[in-house]
């Protein structure tokens, strides 16, 4: 996975880290955990729908959604110098495109940082990572 986050006033930070994906399950729905992290670094995304995993433009959902039926939930942590930030991401869109069991995604778009209310803009791009056959619980836990 790569990123890169722009802020205002402050350097954009940009990260590589090596991703995987897992089917994941909650009930009455179906989802897949898209991780990856090294060095501080790194991002999670959960796709989630009711019927199947549809190829396309998804919209971004808050963590605590619970009514949407499907849509992706993304959060970004980075190192700035020995500072640890965290966004969860708010407003844009993720693309996804699956090809039997090799995924990849787009994730564009935006959040305030949890420390400090600072507006990020994040592009994050998964290039072709297979989704392991095994399932991951995805409820999400406020």
């Known amino acids: 996975m790569r990123a890169r986050v722009g802020r205002a006033h402050a350097d954009t930070v940009r990260f590589a880290a090596p991703a995987s994906a897992h089917q ?6 179906r989802g897949l955990l898209v991780v990856g992290s090294s060095g501080g670094n790194g991002a999670l995304v959960l796709l989630r729908w009711r019927d199947s995993l549809a190829p396309g433009e998804w919209p971004l959902l808050q963590r ?4 949407s039926p499907a849509g992706a939930i993304v959060g970004v942590r980075y190192m700035d110098a020995n500072v640890a930030h965290g966004v969860p991401l708010d407003s844009g869109t ?14 564009r778009g935006s959040g305030l940082e949890v420390a400090g ?15 392991a056959p095994d399932t991951v619980p995805c409820q999400v836990q406020l």
């Open 117 to 131: 209310g600072t507006k990020a803009a994040v592009d994050l791009a998964v290039d072709a990572v297979r989704v």
């Open 64 to 67: 605590a959604d619970t009514v």
């Open 24 to 29: 994941c399950a909650a009930p009455g729905r």
């Open 94 to 107: 993720a693309s996804v495109t699956r090809v039997g069991s090799i995924l990849s995604l787009r994730v």
